[in-house]
């Protein structure tokens, strides 16, 4: 195959691409991962794929836990601490100190707490700020937290102010906020919106659905308030896996959150009369944990905690660049355009691509093995997970979507079928 990019450089391409996976220091990871044969996977920032691990680790689960150990792994298998040892983990990716981080519940839930929590932080404010181009459960969950509130408003960037820094003020409560947005993989600066939040006298809530396990995160360093994401998409835990809640140490003793479930009790096992919060983080918990499915968090985390996240941003961005670069001219002739910020300091780890057919072309990408995932209305998304992804595989990737926009194979009826997820 003619792969794209030869006549850009004075190197060729192929050879350059060589030769950057020959000094790849990140290169052996791909080893713990399961990526089906013939496949590259750019979807890693929905569904990570499966760490090789995490099969002995069900095994495990299933056969030694759970049918030989019965009601007694709770304690001899350490299934009720795991929501605080995997929150622990969880934390050390994302900046947090030990004690902070619970892993529990969806993303969806972790908002609904994490909302009530800013807002129990902040009696007497009235209004929460959040993005009107949020991953939308984040928005409808919100949605949900002023319902129950009438003394509360949701006030939206985009919607009712350009900013969210012109919507923060004086009655600001909480503010809902993405790291990386879903769509473009625009990214914050976590410590200078937490600055400015703080200034107005709210709390933040971040959401690190995109960020976790793919770039630096400093929730501690920026003095963040809350945080929430999931563990399926760059953690590679599993499909529906657990997700987590972060908050800072000093608002232990002061949060509420409306789920007071059995879980979050200072003392669950005394069945007390009533609530009474744990003292630490698992005041955050509910009720019982999905265990099985929280039982392959340990694989997916152990396959990246032990490299330098510095590595993984710094391969992360040379594979965004290379693609971008290879694609960013064709891309222009053939009326799709590059909607991911071009400097470094303003992106996740994804390329979005903009195209009417955009739905159309991953279909075809996807029949020729390379899977990349479509957004409505018209948005394209490549997430590049260096963990188990080569030069070489961006290379064929951005040569395959060329192609494919060049020859417009994309137009044949049978990519145009919708199926319910895209
Ligand atoms: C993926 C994602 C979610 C998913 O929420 P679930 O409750 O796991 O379905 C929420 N928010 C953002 C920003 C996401 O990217």
Request: with cysteine; glycine share 10%; aromatic share 6%.
């Amino acid at each position: 195959m003619t792969l794209v990019g030869d006549h850009s450089t004075g190197v060729p391409m192929r050879a350059e691409v060589e030769a950057r996976d020959a000094a790849d220091p990140l290169a052996h990871l791909r080893d713990r991962f399961h990526v089906p044969e013939g496949l590259i996977y750019l979807a890693g920032n929905s569904l990570g794929p499966a760490p090789l691990a995490v099969f002995d680790d069900m095994e495990t689960a299933l056969r030694q836990e759970w049918a030989d150990g019965l009601v007694g792994s709770w304690n001899e298998a350490g299934w009720f601490a795991l929501a605080d040892r995997l929150g622990d983990r969880i934390g050390a990716l994302i900046g947090a100190e030990a004690g902070q981080t619970v892993a529990c519940d969806t993303t969806s839930v972790n908002v609904y707490k994490a909302l009530h929590a800013g807002l129990s932080l902040r009696p007497g404010r009235t209004t929460i700020v959040a993005e009107s181009g949020s991953f939308p459960t984040d928005l409808y969950v919100a949605e949900g937290v002023v319902a129950g509130r009438p003394d509360v408003t949701l006030l939206l960037e985009g919607v009712d102010g350009a900013t969210l820094e012109e919507l923060i003020g004086e009655r600001t409560a909480v503010v809902l906020v993405n790291h990386v947005d879903y769509r473009t993989g625009a990214l914050r600066d976590m410590a200078a919106l937490t600055r400015r939040v703080h200034e107005a006298g709210a709390v933040v809530v971040w959401d690190l659905c995109h960020s976790a396990g793919i770039l630096p995160v400093a929730l501690d360093a920026s003095n963040a308030d809350l945080a929430v994401g999931c563990t399926y998409k760059y953690l590679n835990c599993g499909p529906g896996s657990p997700a987590f809640i972060y908050a800072a140490h000093r608002h232990h003793e002061t949060l509420r959150q409306p789920l007071s479930g059995w879980w979050g009790h200072a003392a669950p096992f005394a069945f007390e009369l009533g609530y009474r919060p744990d003292a630490g983080a698992r005041r955050l918990l509910c009720g019982t944990q999905p265990i099985l499915s929280m039982r392959a968090l340990n694989a997916g985390l152990a396959a990246i905690e032990d490299v330098d996240m510095a590595e993984i941003r710094a391969k992360s961005l040379a594979l965004t660049d290379l693609f971008m670069d290879l694609v960013r001219e064709p891309c222009a002739a053939h009326g799709a355009e590059i909607v991911t910020p071009q400097a470094a300091a303003e992106r996740g780890s994804q390329v979005s691509i903009t195209h009417p057919d955009g739905y159309a072309i991953i279909q075809a990408l996807i029949a020729r093995g390379i899977v990349g995932d479509f957004r409505a209305p018209n948005l394209m998304r490549f997430g590049m997970a260096p963990a188990y992804l080569s030069y070489h595989d961006i290379h064929v990737a951005a040569t395959a979507l060329v192609e494919v926009l060049e020859s417009e194979s994309w137009r044949d009826p049978r990519f145009a079928a919708r199926r319910a997820v895209t």
